[in-house]
């Protein structure tokens, strides 16, 4: 059903020529920036169509780390896990969008997964305690991260009501996550302020 | 503190001690006392601050190892906590919700790490594990409560006390808590106290909202007692401290148990008893009090000791002093060379010289200097005690006063040396007879001998042979010296019981020895102690008779045999007492001699007599007794000469009379006064010539103008040869001397006619007159030469004039001076 919405939202974008840009500002509790918080507009008039985004759905074992740490995913996206390290990595996930382990496995070798549901993933290597990594899957077009000043820069979110949502491992919230309300009227800059 | 001390050691001082021995026991004593009360104190707050510190720092000790050994169990339980936490099996139970598996590998932990309670929370809130649900709640609260980093706390619940430690279930993010709670309760708190070197007490305590109390153990704590280790403010001690607690003082130290938030929900409380400190010092407090009292006592006996040994010699000399005050020799015994050696030496000494002093004085007081005999007081001591005895034991008692003759004599003529040798001698003398008596001297030459116990006739004897001691002459400073002495005796208890009377009436008896002749001793008799009064009756008569001009002079003619008429009469002193009436002047005139009343009747005699001879007709003299007494007296002559010119009395007229007795003590100034008198034209005539010692150095030695014969011869011339010898040759060496005579006591012819024949001068008696009163005298005189005695043979008068006056010389040349 999402699917559904996601294609119809496409269709939407593409029939409409009244879109805008929505830039968000995510500030912690402290004002601080947010990097890497997952911001969202849920857009009633997003064309409807297979959703994609301009980077990979690659998440990277390099470094004992996860590249990126967070990858924002279309639901249905095949994510692979390419180990670019001369370690051995146990790649799994508790979280109830997605649970999979990727039993060890080495070098160059690459595992991909079916994100078939949209939610916040949260990945861990059960070698290495200290990697930790997210997948956000999305079922909306509109979706970004912010970057090290905690901006984010999403266009073409079509006018009208939306729903803005911050997702972010350091929001004190139930599922990490804020939502609030947006009317995008050509471009709009939002200042969210996590709890 | 000192202030105090200073105070008690002066009340010490101020106390009255009676002997120097208790005085310097105490004080040694109490200054022991003191000195081990500072020890004893000292010691005592050295011994509790030692406990106290001891203990403090057995408590920072312990304190420092419980947190050590809480830190450890905290991260031993954490590790634990982890190792499930990270167990990816768990790990994907927790994510999926399993309880079984859940619930089942937390009662596998529990066993295995020991722990009581162990829970998952989480993240929706859920606790997991089994516990009293309070408990749950607690639990689920504490991972969001605790502050990021930590992984322990130490929390209430309800009344009990939990440590909980916490650790997160990551997924790789935290999908929940694996939380272990331990309860800090009796068991955990003995686990901690045996891990402590001193037996101390661990407590937890726990905050109720109001105040700190105990949630383990049975420590109770007064409210309040432990506010200074975790004020109401958060202020916060971790030094230790003394506390009260129900079971007296106590040195404690708290350790805050960190709670979820700033502030401790409850503490651990190190206790120890402060007198469980200082019990292990028992021994030596005991220690130090029984030394202090066995020191204590062994300075009171050693000081009484010292004490003594100084105090000994002194108590000694005081004793000593309290006898000497008391009159008895005291000597103490010389101990040691130091001070009171010395003050022994010095007081002995002092003693020595008080009681030398005191016997010298009391024989001074009691002796007489020159003879070393007792004086008078001694004397009447004895006589006192020798009487009392007397009465006791019926025995009598003899009291001789012996008084020598003459002394006078020997101390004018030889000076008072030889006079003081004289009584020397006297006294040696007398002491030698009276050996079984007491010789005294009492005054001058007066001596006194008491007989105690006396024999028989023995104050007789030894009166008889002191008198016959000084028959012979003494021999005195190179003087040979006759000296005679009389005694008077009196016996008690019959001549007097007392010792004033006993010596009055042997001085009565010595008097009367004295009037009887000298040389003799008398014994007392009732009628002495009469006539003595009758004697000093008479002495105060006299003087009033004097005063009140109650004497008379009558006068006797002298009829002269040759001219055959009246030459002359002799004033007589005549007393016409008031109430006695006409007193004898055989009974006045010695009272008045011994008296020295003599001196003054003598020149009111001599005044009256000038004056009424004055009118008589010129050729009669006037004869006029003078008392040896009077005649010695110095202003004799000047008395004399004023009688004379105030009557206007032709010297020549007037005739003194003396007795030999005027030579008694000396001639050289009796014949200078004589001669003086002669000089004025005076005559003398030599009275009672014939009784005395009618010495004829006298008639040598000065020429008298008349000798007068005394009746005693007078009397009897008629009748008896002898007597008539001796008026004729006193006549005969009157004549050879060229003096005249008188003869007295003329009271018949045939004693006229005798006298005539042998050639007397001149004649008194009653045969011619009596003695006449002054009318009688002017009436006779008016008669003269119409009347003569038909009885008398006519005898010119003229012859009696007739003869030359005698050269003042021819006497003495006749006297061979």
């Known amino acids: 059903m999402l699917r559904t919405i996601a294609l119809l939202g496409g269709f939407l974008l593409a029939g409409t020529a009244a879109a805008g840009t929505v830039t968000v500002q995510v500030r912690g509790a402290n004002g601080a920036p947010i990097a890497d918080a997952v911001v969202m507009v849920v857009s009633p008039h997003a064309p409807a169509g297979p959703i994609h985004f301009p980077w990979p759905n690659v998440v990277k074992q390099q470094n004992i780390s996860f590249q990126p740490h967070v990858l924002i995913a279309p639901v249905g996206a095949d994510v692979t ?39 916040v993933v949260a990945i861990g290597c059960n070698i290495h305690d200290q990697m930790s990594g997210f997948i956000v899957v999305v079922d909306t077009p509109y979706a970004a991260k912010t970057d090290a ?19 972010s491992p350091a929001i004190r919230a139930p599922d990490n996550q804020t939502a609030q309300s947006l009317n995008v009227a050509g471009s709009v800059s939002q200042v969210v302020t996590t709890p | 503190m000192i202030a105090r001390l200073a105070r008690a050691f002066e009340t010490l001082h101020r106390l009255r001690f009676g002997h120097i021995r208790t005085r310097l026991a105490v004080l040694y004593t109490g200054l022991f006392a003191i000195a081990m009360l500072a020890v004893g104190i000292v010691g005592q707050v050295m011994i509790e601050r ?83 649900e309070t408990l749950r709640r607690t639990v689920g609260t504490i991972p969001y409560k605790l502050a990021a980093g930590r992984h322990d706390a130490t929390v209430t619940s309800g009344r009990a006390v939990y440590r909980v430690v916490v650790s997160p279930i990551l997924a790789p993010t935290e999908i929940g808590w ?36 105990p949630a383990t153990g049975g420590l109770r704590l007064p409210a309040g007692a432990v506010d200074r280790f975790m004020g109401a403010d958060g202020s916060h001690q971790d030094r230790p401290a003394l506390i009260r607690t129900s079971e007296g003082s106590a040195i404690a130290l708290a350790r805050p148990l960190a709670s979820t938030s700033d502030r401790p929900e409850a503490m651990l409380l190190l206790t120890y008893p402060l007198a469980k400190a200082l019990a292990p010092y028992r021994s030596l407090q005991i220690g130090i009090v029984l030394s202090g009292l066995i020191g204590l006592i062994l300075v009171l006996w050693g000081s009484d000791r010292l004490a003594g040994s100084i105090a000994r010699p002194i108590v000694a000399l005081d004793d000593a002093a309290r006898a000497l005050e008391e009159g008895s020799r005291a000597e103490v015994t010389v101990i040691g060379h130091d001070e009171i050696g010395r003050l022994a030496v010095s007081f002995n000494r002092m003693s020595a010289g008080i009681v030398e002093r005191e016997n010298r004085i009391a024989h001074l007081a009691f002796h007489d200097t020159l003879t070393g005999l007792p004086n008078r007081v001694l004397f009447r001591q004895q006589l006192d005690a020798a009487l009392g005895r007397a009465v006791r034991l019926g025995e009598q008692v003899a009291v001789l006063c012996l008084d020598l003759d003459g002394f006078k004599i020997v101390n004018d003529s030889f000076g008072h040396p030889t006079g003081d040798a004289l009584l020397r001698v006297v006294g040696e003398i007398v002491s030698a007879r009276a050996t079984d008596g007491i010789v005294a001297r009492l005054s001058g030459d007066e001596f006194a001998i008491v007989l105690p116990r006396f024999e028989g006739d023995r104050p007789r004897a030894l009166a008889q042979s002191i008198i016959d001691a000084f028959r012979e002459p003494v021999m005195v400073s190179g003087h040979s010296i006759l000296t005679g002495c009389s005694i008077g005796i009196a016996v008690a208890p019959g001549d007097g019981d007392d010792p004033s009377g006993l010596l009055k009436n042997a001085d009565l008896a010595l008097y009367r020895a004295k009037q009887d002749g000298r040389g003799v001793f008398r014994f007392f008799e009732p009628g002495l102690d009469a006539a003595a009064r009758r004697r000093r009756q008479i002495e105060l008569d ?16 002298i009829f002269d045999l040759k001219a055959d008429r009246i030459c002359g009469f002799e004033a007589l002193m005549r007393w016409d007492h008031p109430t006695r009436g006409l007193v004898s002047p055989v009974e006045f005139i010695p009272v008045a001699e011994e008296s020295g009343l003599i001196v003054a009747m003598g020149e009111w005699a001599l005044h009256e007599a000038c004056r009424e001879a004055q009118r008589w007709p010129e050729d009669m003299r006037i004869a006029v007794n003078v008392s040896a007494i009077q005649f010695r007296n110095s202003g004799f002559a000047n008395i004399v000469v004023q009688a004379l010119s105030r009557s206007g009395l032709d010297p020549r007229r007037l005739e003194i009379e003396i007795t030999e007795s005027v030579f008694l003590e000396g001639s050289g100034p009796t014949l200078d006064l004589l001669h003086r008198l002669r000089a004025l034209g005076i005559r003398i005539a030599l009275d009672d010539f014939g009784t005395g010692y009618s010495s004829l150095s006298y008639l040598r030695s000065f020429p008298f103008d008349k000798i007068k014969i005394d009746r005693s011869f007078v009397a009897p011339i008629a009748g008896d040869a002898s007597a008539a010898a001796i008026v004729r040759a006193i006549v005969d060496l009157a004549g050879a001397f060229h003096m005249e005579t008188t003869a007295e006591g003329v009271e018949d012819p045939e004693q006229l006619a005798a006298l005539r024949s042998q050639g007397c001068s001149s004649i008194q ?43 003042l010389s021819a006497p003495l040349q006749a006297a061979g001076r």
Request: glycine share 8%; no cysteine.
């Open chain 2, 50 to 132: 030692h406990a106290q510190s001891s203990v403090r720092a057995e408590l920072v000790t312990s304190g420092s190892v419980f947190d050590r050994i809480r830190a450890l169990r905290a991260s031993s339980l954490a590790d634990s906590a982890d190792v499930l936490a990270r167990d990816f099996g768990f790990r994907a139970a927790v994510a999926s919700g399993d309880q079984a598996t859940i619930l089942s590998a937390l009662a596998n932990l529990r066993q295995r790490v020991g722990v009581p309670y162990a829970f998952v929370v989480t993240q929706d809130g859920d606790v997991i594990g089994g516990a009293s």
């Open chain 2, 765 to 807: 008696g009653y045969l011619f007159s009596r003695p006449l009163t002054v009318e009688g005298v002017r009436k006779l005189l008016q008669d003269q030469g119409m009347k003569r005695t038909p009885e008398l043979d006519p005898v010119p008068i003229e012859r009696v004039f007739a003869e030359p006056p005698k050269p």
């Open chain 1, 81 to 119: 896990f390419p180990n670019m390290d001369n370690v051995r990595h146990h790649v799994y996930s508790f979280s109830k969008p997605k649970k999979f382990e990727l039993k060890l496995y080495g070098h160059e070798d690459k595992r991909t997964v079916t994100f078939d549901k949209p939610g």
């Open chain 2, 542 to 557: 006299l003087r009033e008779a004097l005063h009140k001009g109650q004497f008379r002079l009558d006068y006797q003619p």
């Open chain 2, 178 to 213: 694996v939380v272990f709670a331990v309860p800090l309760d009796e068991g955990e708190m003995q686990a901690l106290e045996k891990l402590s070197a001193i037996p101390l007490t661990a407590t937890i305590l726990r905050h109720d909202g109001t105040g700190w109390v």
């Open chain 1, 149 to 167: 000043s905690g901006r984010a820069v999403i266009s073409n979110v079509p006018d009208g009501a939306a729903t803005l949502k911050v997702w």
